[in-house]
């Protein structure tokens, strides 16, 4: 992560945990005996039908883990990148993350499709409007890595109008027509579908997309934290990711 972008994700955490502090304790997540999960935004809606009973909070990787950093009390932490677990475990953190899910890059525009783009090669065309997500989460980082594999980084870039702090906030742009064009997981599309064209990206530039988790060393719900990890990683909750458009575990 750069360091400006770092500095501004452990300022916009501190702010979120400056509002927790000033919550009433029983309106506090982690103080009202509830299992408490940090999951990346591209989780939303496939986690609580694995198990609803969490105190779910949904939000970029990256600000999620500068949460945890700062003193976030959770109890298990996913994210759409080995990184940022990775990360946590090295600091001493977390137990060791496990992976549980893979996931694939489309590219959306709006039904209507003004810009006529048909294939990510035509977001090289002068004025098409794209929205990436930032660089510092793994969306973005996906996104820079697909444009790199298909040799169009610096002529796609020139074209980015927005670049969003998470999955949500680019399916967000092109719904709204703000954009032309998007790069989202295929799990993120697939609930606007009704709004949106999904284009796909061949399989020789997508990344190696893989969702880690991890338990908290300082975990509060330890026993349960663990139940909720195990289930992700058995077939009723894979065949569940694999319905919302997920890939299934990957073999370590």
């Known amino acids: 992560m750069r360091p400006r972008r ?19 304790s029983s309106a506090r997540p982690e103080d009202n005996g509830k ?21 779910y909070s949904f939000a970029g990787s990256d600000q999620l883990a500068a949460q945890i950093q700062l003193g976030a009390r959770v ?9 940022y677990p990775e990360l946590l475990y090295q600091k001493g953190m977390t137990q060791r993350p496990i992976p549980f899910a893979t996931n694939t890059l489309v590219l959306i525009v709006p039904k209507s499709n003004p810009a006529r783009i048909h294939s990510v090669l035509d977001l090289t065309k002068p004025g098409v409007r794209v929205v990436i ?7 973005g980082s ?7 594999n298909l040799g169009i980084s610096d002529a796609v870039l020139k074209n980015v109008v927005s670049r969003e702090q998470d999955v949500k906030g680019v399916v967000g742009k092109v719904v709204t027509g703000e954009a032309d064009a998007g790069f989202v997981y295929v799990t ?15 399989e020789s530039a997508q990344p190696h997309v893989v969702y880690e988790i991890a338990v908290l060393k300082n975990a509060r719900h330890v026993q349960a934290a663990y139940r909720f990890v195990t289930a992700l990683i058995r077939p ?13 575990r990957p073999k370590t």
């Open 6 to 24: 770092l500095a501004a994700a452990i300022l916009l955490a501190a702010t979120l945990l400056g509002l927790v502090a000033s919550t009433p």
């Open 236 to 248: 009723p909750a894979q065949k569940l990711l694999v319905s919302y458009g997920f890939g299934r």
């Open 142 to 148: 996906y996104t820079l890595t697909v444009l790199k």
């Open 35 to 55: 299992l408490t999960v940090f999951a990346a935004a591209s989780l939303t809606q496939v986690f609580p039908k694995i198990n609803a009973r969490p105190n």
């Open 75 to 83: 109890d298990a932490f996913a994210a759409a990148s080995p990184k």
């Open 133 to 139: 997500g930032d660089a510092s989460v793994p969306v």
């Open 188 to 202: 993120d599309a697939r609930p606007v579908r009704g709004k949106v064209l999904a284009i796909a990206i061949r």
